[in-house]
């Protein structure tokens, strides 16, 4: 029988616009713990997902879906939750010098949407509050964050604990554009303000600084200034490193937001995932200035995925 009336005008309707479908899915892990260099400042990395559905345009991590077999594009649509972390972390703890150094959220968001349902970031957390002197440090640029203040507060009570807020930018726009799903910035630094009147460590990075897009020493300091003032204690910066299958979101997003950009970006990235010493220098000197103007500590935690990757095999490894 013909479609008659709304049936037949809803049927014939133009598309407007087809949201997207994100897939959650559980993967079994051998381990929970991914070492890291003995270099770094930490010792350990964990990572509660695969996948981050952030969809942040210059997310480094997106290799580890290509490992997966997957494009770098499936990383915001596909999110894996790691099987069992309480009950690998307990196993694994046991095992490592407790004065090792272990990083929350190095290549994913360990507060990104997924966890609201599936809160595999506070049962590892519930189990570091059972810890005494263990070295712990998280990374999010998530307000989810909050939910666990409480536990959070009891880590911080008897182990060295503190939070990283990442802020690339206070510009809103920007931050959307940038980071299409991540919490505004001002809501990051809610975030942050809560997590000091808490009493809990908490510093603010503006990771990764993008040159000619977050680099500006006013917007850096706008930046700084800010976090000292919603109770921050560290501020540490350092350049995007951009990966191939990072590159691969990241031109196009350039072509399209920032076409001005895209041959600099191309002469400065294409031979080499990491930023020249010049550059680097500079950046460095700029950061260390503003930190100094508002009486901030350094980073407790130093952005250098390029490391993190380097021994982190077995981020892939630990797939049962
Ligand atoms: S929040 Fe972090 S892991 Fe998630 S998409 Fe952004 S950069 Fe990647």
């Not at 494009?71 to 703890?93: G, M, N, T, V």
């Not at 490592?96 to 970031?121: F, H, K, L, S, V």
């Not at 990235?269 to 500590?297: F, N, P």
Request: proline content about 7%.
């Amino acid at each position: 029988m013909p479609l008659v009336g709304i049936a037949r005008l809803a049927s014939e309707s133009p598309l407007l616009e087809a949201k997207r479908a994100v897939q959650y899915f559980e993967i079994p892990s051998r381990s929970i713990l991914n070492r890291t260099k003995p270099s770094m400042p930490f010792r350990w990395t964990i990572n509660p997902y695969r996948g981050c559905e952030f969809g942040c345009k210059y997310c480094y991590a997106r290799y580890t879906h290509e490992f997966m077999e997957m494009e770098p594009a499936d990383f915001e649509d596909k999110i894996y939750a790691k099987a069992s972390p309480a009950h690998l972390l307990r196993q694994e703890l046991s095992k490592i010098d407790r004065r090792d150094g272990i990083a929350i959220g190095t290549a994913t968001d360990p507060y990104q949407p997924a966890e609201r349902r599936y809160g595999r970031t506070r049962e590892i957390l519930e189990v570091f509050a059972r810890e005494r002197g263990r070295h712990v440090g998280l990374i999010t640029k998530s307000d989810l964050i909050v939910r666990d203040i409480g536990l959070l507060k009891e880590i911080a009570r008897a182990n060295v604990f503190g939070v990283h807020i990442t802020i690339t930018t206070l510009d809103e726009k920007l931050a959307r554009l940038l980071e299409p799903r991540a919490p505004r910035p001002e809501l990051r630094l809610d975030a942050v303000r809560r997590l000091a009147e808490a009493g809990v460590v908490v510093g603010v990075n503006p990771n990764p600084i993008m040159p000619g897009i977050t680099d500006g020493e006013r917007s850096l300091d706008r930046l700084a200034k800010a976090s000292r003032d919603a109770g921050a204690v560290t501020f540490g910066g350092g350049p995007l490193f951009l990966m191939p299958s990072a590159q691969k979101v990241f031109f196009p997003f350039l072509e399209r937001e920032f076409p001005h950009l895209l041959p600099r970006y191309r002469a400065l990235y294409e031979k080499s995932a990491y930023l020249g010493r010049d550059y680097k220098d500079i950046l460095a000197a700029r950061v260390r200035r503003i930190r100094d103007r508002y009486g901030l500590a350094s980073g407790m935690i130093d952005y250098k995925p390029e490391i993190w990757i380097e021994e982190q095999g077995d981020l892939f490894a630990d797939i049962a």
